[in-house]
């Protein structure tokens, strides 16, 4: 299969009328097959509230073209909506254009991804302020979590045609870029999320989405096999973060270093007891040691209770000389004391 590389894709802004400026939004790559029809799929309830329809589509690495599935996921800002990625077909190549969220929808080749993507704009639903609406004329949700829904069937009509072509272009889709798209096309962009990002190489690793190996039309099974494996790789992710988010609050890193100091404290004091015993000669069994501390700290109490009544019973004897008592004297009339002086006079 030939394939060409292009700084920039001059035959794809040439066939859909894009101004030069939007070629941010293209791959630089070019093919010479065409991509296969686009796969019919379910769209699966919108499991959560706020999240949006990303539709499948045909991809291309070097093993060839491989479906990357539609899924539903958190838009990168509040009130930003998809533009799919299409592939275009001009001077005998087929080049990959690529997707981006922006404030309103841009040209997607006119292919009708379904769902609300009927070619043209995005009808599946519409961004009320912080709130995301779902039309459940033409999309599913999840009804027993998600109550910002309206009905709106008039928009059936808007879908384009009814061919299952993946490309715009001779061939394909017939459809130009209108004012509104490609003022949009010149509007801020941001580029697919990192989901995005991950499910579209998920799925280039997976040889049952390869047109080699399905021939064009991928089964449930794989499709199904892909979406567990990108839940559990976000489950991952989730858990990761809050670990990490857990370990760096200040609380737990202060609980974290004081703990190392308080166990060596511990056995710095264990080791001085096993030391003290050595000297001693006597080893205190670790179940006993408890026990034996108690039993030493009632053993001192107790002579310290003796000592003190062993001197309450011995009488005090003033010393020679002590001011304000009398001295030692003999036995008959003697002189009182004087009354000691003090600094500001007698007592």
Not at 20 to 36: E, K, N, Y
Not at 112 to 128: K, M
Not at 142 to 147: F, K, L, R, Y
């Amino acid at each position: 299969m030939n394939t060409k590389l292009h700084s920039f894709v001059l035959a794809a802004l040439l066939f859909a009328g894009l101004p030069l400026a939007s070629s941010s939004a293209q791959v630089g790559v070019s093919i010479t097959v065409a991509p296969p029809e686009l796969v019919v799929v379910e769209q699966p309830p919108c499991p959560v509230d706020g999240y949006l329809w990303t539709p499948g589509y045909w991809a291309y690495a070097d093993g060839g073209y491989y479906w990357v599935p539609g899924f539903w996921g958190a838009p990168p800002e509040v009130g930003l909506l998809w533009t799919p990625p299409y592939w275009g077909f001009a001077d005998g190549v087929y080049v990959f254009n690529d997707g981006y969220w922006g404030p309103s929808v841009g040209f997607y080749g006119g292919i009708n991804y379904g769902y609300g993507y009927f070619g043209s704009g995005y009808y599946g639903g519409q961004w009320a302020g912080n709130v995301f609406r779902y039309n459940t004329a033409v999309t599913q949700v999840n009804t027993t979590v998600i109550h910002n829904t309206f009905v709106d069937r008039t928009v059936l009509s808007k879908q384009a045609t009814g061919s299952r072509a993946s490309f715009n272009g001779p061939g394909g889709v017939k459809a130009e870029a209108t004012a509104e798209e490609k003022a949009a096309a010149n509007a801020r962009h941001v580029p697919a999320t990192s989901e995005q990002v991950s499910r579209q190489q998920a799925a280039s690793k997976n040889p049952d989405l390869q047109a080699s190996v399905n021939h064009g039309h991928p089964n449930v099974a794989a499709i199904k096999s892909l979406d567990q494996n990108a839940q559990k790789a976000q489950g991952t992710e989730k858990g990761k973060a809050s670990s990490e988010k857990l370990a760096n609050k200040p609380g737990n890193a202060a609980k974290v270093e004081a703990t190392p100091k308080k166990e060596g404290a511990e056995e710095s004091r264990a080791a001085e007891r096993k030391r003290a015993e050595a000297r001693s000669g006597k080893a205190t069994p670790p179940a006993k040691e408890g026990e034996n501390a108690t039993g030493r700290r009632r053993g001192m109490n107790e002579k310290a209770a003796t000592s003190r009544r062993a001197e309450s019973a011995v009488p005090r004897q003033a010393a020679p000389g002590a001011r304000g008592e009398a001295s030692a004297a003999p036995q008959g009339k003697g002189k009182p004391a004087k009354p000691e002086q003090t600094p500001s006079g007698p007592h």
